[in-house]
T-cell receptor, first 112, second 113 residues
Framework: KQEVTQIPAALSVPEGENLVLNCSFT??????LQWFRQDPGKGLTSLLL?????REQTSGRLNASLDKSSGRSTLYIAASQPGDSATYLC???????????FGTGTRLTIIP | KAGVTQTPRYLIKTRGQQVTLSCSPI?????VSWYQQTPGQGLQFLFE???????NKGNFPGRFSGRQFSNSRSEMNVSTLELGDSALYLC????????????FGQGTRLTVV
């Protein structure tokens, strides 16, 4: 059974800083991994999808890396802004099923 | 193009009642998945439909059921509601499921009293 851990659970940083969010998963047999953000009471917004054959994916100030063999993914946010405040969730998809397995997320607060 | 649309956004129901939630996927998407989000359990997978067939099912009791129509729209039904069913129910759509990016709706907030 896939288990996903996200560290840290919460993070507060001043505006403008670069930061890294970590995600680890127990079953490395994954098809791909997706990062999301969730604002309070809202749905999930897709940030990046990394295919299992990829090691990195970039979108604007966001960069996600994937190391399947070690069961880790990181999300790098450059030049953080107050609008980046949200909960960030990673979700790998295993072979043979269609479900995303979510971690408990990292609650990020950017201080103006 | 329009995103994933879930209706209604909010619902209040009484224990023992049943409820139906609706999800309209992004145009052209054939896979629809449902998730339950609670403060205690986080996001948990309910089931996934593709071309009107349930392909995968999570570990939820039979009170939770769903279906998908020929236009890919999906409904989720919960019968004999319990207080513990209070949650945010999220629907996600993707082109064909595994390997494709999943897009979520805004969710339906269900409160059982």
């Amino acid at each position: 059974k896939q288990e996903v851990t996200q560290i840290p659970a919460a993070l507060s940083v001043p505006e403008g800083e670069n930061l890294v969010l970590n995600c680890s998963f127990t079953d490395s047999a994954i098809y791909n991994l997706q990062w999301f953000r969730q604002d309070p009471g809202k749905g999930l917004t897709s940030l990046l999808l990394i295919q299992s054959s990829q090691r990195e994916q970039t979108s604007g100030r966001l960069n996600a890396s994937l190391d399947k063999s070690s069961g880790r993914s990181t999300l790098y946010i450059a030049a953080s802004q107050p609008g980046d405040s949200a909960t960030y969730l990673c979700a790998p998809i295993g072979f043979g099923n269609e479900k995303l397995t979510f971690g408990t997320g990292t609650r990020l607060t950017i201080i103006p | 193009k329009a995103g994933v649309t879930q209706t209604p956004r909010y619902l209040i129901k009484t224990r023992g009642q049943q409820v139906t939630l609706s999800c309209s996927p992004i145009s052209g998407h054939r896979s629809v998945s449902w998730y339950q989000q609670t403060p205690g359990q986080g996001l948990q997978f309910l089931f996934e439909y593709f071309s009107e067939t349930q392909r995968n099912k999570g570990n939820f009791p039979g009170r939770f059921s769903g279906r998908q129509f020929s236009n890919s729209r999906s409904e989720m039904n919960v019968s004999t509601l319990e207080l513990g069913d209070s949650a945010l129910y999220l629907c996600a759509s993707s082109l064909e499921g595994q390997g494709f990016e999943a897009f979520f709706g805004q969710g339906t907030r269900l409160t059982v009293v």
